[in-house]
């Protein structure tokens, strides 16, 4: 257990051994270093997951809150004190099951923060049940008889809503993984990668062979400015899993429609001003 | 014949009929003529149509309640004849076009004058200044000015259709059917006029708070239209979230990132924010949250008034953690209040919860302006001590742990809705949930000296002693008044004319205590005065201090209390 | 007032004259009227809203919930007693801005039931701030800088999560809208009918003359089983808005994944079973 | 040597080493061989790793309370040894495998006896079997038969390592280290083995529950699971919601369409469910919420106990409607209160809240069987009056209307969350307010009749009288037979030994008050017991009746009570 602040160290994980979520740690602690950034310049936020205990295993500063209410704080957080990194790293139950009306509409918000969600296509705390992106039919405690509803693919969800960046990654290939890490935290606005995550305790079919047989990278050449290619090359999901970035293109983000953030300092620095209160309070004469 | 002390005017209609833009430009004027005002609203949950109404009482003193009679009404409808001629004053006037048709309840009323409104307005320039016509007319009829009209007219319209109204009103003036006299003028300078909304707004902006997020709900709207339309000038970033959950957990956000940081809502959005109120507790992030109360269970009134909220908000949210909750009482005291409520929630790292309601937050009184001079914004930041920022829960003899801010170096602000360590780290030792249990709880020692306890009213001989809480302190000031005066009035030998008086509560948890026990012992019988159904206050008064109301005056048919009907019932009885 | 199953009566509505509202509650009872079903057959489920005050003018069972909750009650409803024709009939805030999540979901979750959502843009029964499908740049009174969010396209996400039937109408174009609203009906599964519905109160961009100016029914030639050809469509947004079903295809719903469901009786005629709970008792000896 | 009433068996380990299959096998061997027996479970909130232990109790009468000590520990790592030595009997055992490296405290203690679990168990076919191996060696050192494990191994295995589990046994057996005496056996016939949970989900089934929605949450999970495999045999279905909202909603929709419907949470979902819990109660909905506690506040301590939700679900909700909270205090109890909560909902168109906690969820023990004999399932639709099914919300003497099913031919089920009328549309009216809102509150007039006073336990005797709900019940039964033993101890004249009984409250809100009141009469002190840090139960009985506790225990570190602390603390004075 160590508290320097240098390193983006980390102490003692709860995490299962073999759990996909350790590579996924250290590609974000090699992303951080490598993008030069002090821990107290980074904000990490979770909500509740195995995956979401991520904020606690790095030396930054850390939020986690509640189950499915990441991007709320981690997005007002940005907005009043914009010189901090802001990454949500979290679960995939978190992040578009209970979390899922935060997940449409922080899309469309599109403040600059980071998304990186653990998808291990299942719920690993709780102990196994099904998540947004469980395979239909796969059979746990609670879907005994295997799950009815279609998964969803969380890519063509924030295609659809316009976001500017949208990315695939797989715990298991680490370069690639930090490099899209590194690509979504230098994208302005919000980026969301989702990364394929094996939850080697519950998640006995999204296994480590399961994903190597079938994983393979976008090509060079993908048009990642293309929309329709982007949606085109995410929707393939079955013998072939493309991985990569299948779009990025800037966007206004929220604060450039608002004087207020676009042009004032920080809200975090504003100090009281007495004269504009008074001033308000004389409207009402 | 005597000058009246007041006078109270109804404007009535349906919906999208203009009453409000009228009514705002009636009680601006009267206002900055030197009046005290206070108007308040009876609004359906709808757009157009129905039948709402506003009353403005106008007098040489501050006024505290609505009147159930009337001394004027503009009727724009039907309906507004029928359903307030019964209570119009025997001396009263009723204004309505000539072209409505008249129930038979206002067949040779002699207090009923058929004006031609619409011809007249037509003739203006624009039949839409039919309200305009009537209101002219009034005015002189209560043989009151015209003057600085004109500019509140501009306020409200742009410039063409002012220019039509001011005309209309001119031409309404000229129909004025009888005389009657007006309240004196008093001092017309330096009083504002202001909603319960509003109030809470300029205390937000007072406090310095730079982020407002929050969901449309009525009655709470109104916080979030103001702090919206001061953006730039006020520097607070207001955003609409897309629920409450959200609206809250940005909230708490924003107030972990460093800045002061509230939410607002009604019952209903309050109902999806305790989760997270239970955050701010755990987390020890220091968020304002308004509750503006309106009619229950669920949807029940949206545009209603009750303060049933309170059994639900002083326990809201699974386990336990130091909250302190306010009630407002009036809109300078909601002024004052808001600010309070930053600074504790600052000093103490807890959530602050105030409670409004629908009577408070759409009633627009006129006041003296608030003070803001003697406002100080302490962040109570604390002195880390020499683990530098990292002990964020450091186990403080007081319970309070200095807090910092995100993105000061040298420090790593960890939080964790899990029970933690004094660095923020997931923990789970007994040892360690016990004692942050503790100095989580150890807050309310701490937080009991700065309590309010409630302010007392009326005759300090009293016998019977009324107990109150938020918005129904102004009208229970009104009845205190009118109970006052009745007492002089002749009674039977045997019926010694009792004595009241009355405590207004502000701060409702942690209950203050002190002046509520001393106060009891003086009192014959003890009587709450509450809008709802159950006595919600009177069983948190019995929980912490075992005394028991002999009696209940309850209402809850989401009309506001009037001083009229608590006199009535405490003098004759129940209903 | 009228209190006659018969016909689908109405009584006084709460809504402004000249609301888009009246158009598809008279389209809905007539859609109701042309399939045949007596009033006790259907429920018709709404949130909160103006939009959401449908099902108390209709003479049908009616549920209005909570504001943004009215597909769970719905599908839930539906699930134990399928006899019901289950309508839901609500707002755009409620349904893709505080119900957001629910709309996520239930579309995964694919029961039998149709949600018809008068899109007007707005928050109508608040008294106009901006809905999840506003216009950016819209000025209202909350968002007095303009709205700084991208507008949703709910056909675009109904399209990501792999809706079933997907359309848009317009409440001017009664026609339309009835023929929509019947196939909707008829279609086995989750059926999304976005309306164009003006607010005449509060939305001063999205009027009948813009609407008007803007909408075109798609060509008879389009090809409601071509998912791609439906989201290319469903895309256009702006000088030119498309009308019709983007997309149509039957596919298993909820109850087709559960023996319970799908063979036995509705779980609202099953009677208590002593049997079976001796049973699971002794399962504990 | 007498041979012992009860012994304890300590299982420890961490998360994943398969210590919950290998207690599952070791208590339903000992219920199947005639033992009472009593299992508790210590876990983190992780899925590998950590620190986590079960205890099982058996003995030849019935058991209530975990005990501190062990007679015997298997510690399947270093960790357990280190932590519960200290707390093994001086005559105790304790198995480890050799190659663990001891810590320094257990060097030399003749109590524990390194076996060659590892090594054995390889060779018995699997390492991973070394479990089993401690285990049958702990059962030949208590001289207790294997026969019968193979089939309960059967059902906790596929068939081939079933089989190495077997062998696994039989090898361990043989690895005995000493013999020690087990309690008697008694008549082993028909009693079940079940935990808390399962006695709710067993409840469901008997009142014939067709829709269990619900999000995964611990401690309440186990609920879902349960039901979840009974979907076919069951007729009910169990369907996994997008949140908690959802799984309220969905609940109230059903239980609208006509069947019983229920959700089950812990603290933090019913957070969210707090809305839909008034939508229940204005629509007038029947429903069942469980509310299975864990420490807060927020996400707290998730695995483990408390019993901090009280004040927060009798009062949860914005605005006043009737329910019940009935507290859950030992399986069979549960069983029996869940059937009784789909009736009383039924019957008064109410939600009624069940609030269990960890320890119950997860505490298994022997009891006899269910009574399902005695269980009528009424729906109690009532007989609508002549407008049919129309008026959903007829006003009637007791307040509770006839209630419909929609589907039926000649009727219309209209419900609003809005205020309405009798027909369930949108009303504005003051009038219809009045009329509705008593008559919701009505209810609990009718509802007080059906309240179950408290459980008295103990002393008739007694000076001292205890109060408590939910679980705290089983550990006060034990805390009240230690004290009435302790009470026949030598002490000294000045200090005569008090005598002690308590009441268990089931029914919680409306809180029943006869019981209390007579049985006050007699206590020269009333001590509140129960798991949080501020006394809810207490506060709530002294705001239903003005009797305050004279002494709080209150236990908050997450760890269960057991009837050792309580009587230590009543006998010893305050921590
Ligand atoms: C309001 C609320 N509901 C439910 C839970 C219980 N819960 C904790 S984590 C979790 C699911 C975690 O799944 P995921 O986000 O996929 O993370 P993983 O554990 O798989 O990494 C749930 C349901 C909770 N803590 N709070
Ligand atoms: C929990 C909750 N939050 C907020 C509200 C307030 N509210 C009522 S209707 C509404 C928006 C309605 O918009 P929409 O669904 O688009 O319907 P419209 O009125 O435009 O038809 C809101 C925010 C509420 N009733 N409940
Ligand atoms: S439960 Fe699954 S996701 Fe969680 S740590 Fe273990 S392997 Fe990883
Ligand atoms: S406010 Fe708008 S949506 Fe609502 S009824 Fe009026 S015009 Fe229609
Ligand atoms: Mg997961
Ligand atoms: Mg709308």
């Given at each position: 257990m160590s508290e320097t602040v240098n390193g983006f160290p980390t102490y003692e994980t709860a995490w299962c051994p073999g759990c996909g979520d350790f590579a996924i740690l250290a590609a974000l602690k090699e992303t951080l270093d490598g993008l030069g950034l002090a821990p107290h310049d980074v904000l990490v936020v979770g909500g509740i997951g195995q995956a979401a205990k991520t904020p606690q295993y790095i030396g930054a500063n850390a939020f986690c809150g509640l189950h499915g209410r990441s991007l709320p704080p981690a997005v007002a957080a940005k907005l009043v004190n914009p010189k901090l990194t802001v990454i949500v790293d979290t679960g995939d139950g978190d992040s578009y099951g209970e979390g899922g009306n935060h997940f449409l509409h922080n899309i469309r918000r599109n403040v600059d923060i980071t998304h990186f969600v653990h998808d291990n296509q299942i719920y690993g705390l709780t102990k196994g049940q099904a998540s947004p992106t469980t395979a239909e039919g796969q059979v746990t405690a609670v879907q005994?008889?295997?799950?009815a509803n279609q998964p969803m693919n969380p890519l063509l969800v924030a295609l659809s809503l316009g976001c500017g960046f949208v990315a695939r990654a797989y715990c298991a290939d680490r370069p690639m993984l930090t490099r899209i890490m590194t690509a979504a935290i230098r994208h302005r606005g919000y980026a969301l990668v989702d990364i394929l995550q094996p939850c080697v305790s519950f998640n006995k079919v999204n296994t480590f062979p399961w994903y190597g047989q079938r994983v393979y990278p976008l090509e060079e050449t993908h048009d990642a400015t293309d929309r329709e290619a982007a949606y085109r090359r995410a929707s393939e999901w079955g013998d072939r899993i493309p991985l990569g970035i299948f779009y990025d293109v800037a966007k206004p983000t929220y604060p450039d429609h608002l004087a207020l953030l676009?042009?004032?300092?920080?809200l975090v620095d504003v100090p009281p001003d007495p004269d504009a209160l008074r001033a308000r309070m004389e409207s009402f004469l | 014949m005597e000058r009246p002390d007041r006078l109270a005017i109804l404007i009535g209609g349906?919906?999208?009929?203009?009453m409000d833009s009228l009514t705002a430009v009636l009680e601006k004027h009267l206002q900055r003529i030197g009046y005290w005002t206070f108007t308040t609203r009876d609004y359906m949950s709808r757009v157009r149509g129905g039948h709402n109404f506003n009353q403005t009482l106008f007098g040489t003193s501050p006024l505290h309640s609505p009147s159930k009679g009337s001394d004027a009404v503009i009727a724009l409808d039907a309906a507004t004849v029928e359903l307030h001629l019964g209570d119009l004053a025997p001396d009263g006037l009723l204004l309505v076009d000539a072209a409505v048709a008249l129930p038979l309840s206002a067949a040779g009323d002699a207090r009923v004058h058929r004006l031609p409104l619409k011809e007249t307005a037509t003739a203006s320039g624009s039949p839409k200044t039919e309200g305009t016509v009537a209101l002219g007319a009034l005015l002189a009829s209560l043989g009151l000015p015209l003057e600085g009209l004109a500019p509140i007219l501009a306020g409200h319209f742009p410039p063409e259709i002012a220019e039509k109204n001011v005309s209309a009103l001119q031409a309404g003036a000229a129909l004025a059917p009888v005389h009657r006299d007006a309240p004196c003028c008093v001092d017309p300078k330096g009083r504002i006029l202001v909603n319960g909304n509003e109030a809470v707004a300029l205390g937000a902006l007072a406090a310095g708070c730079r982020f407002y997020s929050a969901y449309p709900m009525t009655p709470s709207t109104s916080i979030m239209n103001a702090l919206a339309g001061w953006m730039d000038s006020g520097r607070i970033l207001v955003e609409q979230a897309e629920d409450e959950i959200a609206a809250i957990n940005m909230a708490v956000g924003a107030s972990y990132a460093g800045v002061r940081a509230m939410t607002g809502t009604s019952g209903g959005g309050f109902c999806l924010m305790v989760e997270a109120l239970g955050l701010a507790g755990m987390l020890e992030v220091p968020l304002v949250v308004a509750d503006i109360q309106r009619p229950g269970p669920v949807t029940g009134f949206p545009t209603r008034t009750e303060q049933g909220d309170l059994r639900f908000v002083v326990s809201a949210s699974h386990g336990e953690f130091p909250r302190l909750v306010v009630s407002l009482r009036s809109p300078a005291d909601a002024f004052r209040q808001t600010v309070r409520a930053f600074d504790l929630a600052d000093r103490f790292r807890i959530p602050v919860i105030l409670l409004g309601d629908q009577f408070l937050a759409d009633t627009t009184v006129t006041v003296p302006p608030f003070d803001v001079d003697g406002i100080v914004v302490d962040r109570h930041f604390g002195t880390p001590d020499e683990t530098g920022g990292f002990r964020t829960y450091a186990l403080t003899e007081d319970g309070i742990s200095p807090r910092r801010v995100p993105g000061t170096p040298g420090v790593r602000v960890c939080v964790d809705s899990?029970?933690?360590?004094e660095y923020g780290r997931i923990t789970e030792s007994a040892e360690d949930r016990v004692a942050m249990t503790r100095k989580r709880m150890r807050k309310e020692e701490g937080l009991a000296a700065f309590l309010e306890e409630p302010e007392f009213l009326g005759d300090p001989d009293y016998d019977i002693l009324l107990l109150c809480w938020g918005s129904t302190r102004e009208p229970v000031v009104d009845a205190l008044a009118r109970l006052a005066r009745q007492k002089d009035a002749p009674r039977g030998p045997d019926a010694p004319a009792p004595r009241y008086a009355a405590l207004a509560f502000g701060?409702?948890?942690?209950l203050p205590q002190k002046e509520l026990l001393s106060r009891f012992a003086q009192a014959k019988s003890l009587v709450d005065v509450e809008q709802n159904a159950t006595g919600q206050f009177a069983a948190l008064v019995r929980e912490t201090t075992g005394l028991v109301c002999d009696r209940k005056l309850l209402k809850y048919d989401g009309r506001p209390l009037s001083g009229e009907w608590i006199a009535e019932r405490l003098e004759g009885g129940d209903e």
């Open positions: 005994t008889h295997g799950s676009r042009d004032g300092p920080p | 349906s919906a999208g009929q203009g899990d029970e933690h360590d701060d409702v948890w942690p």
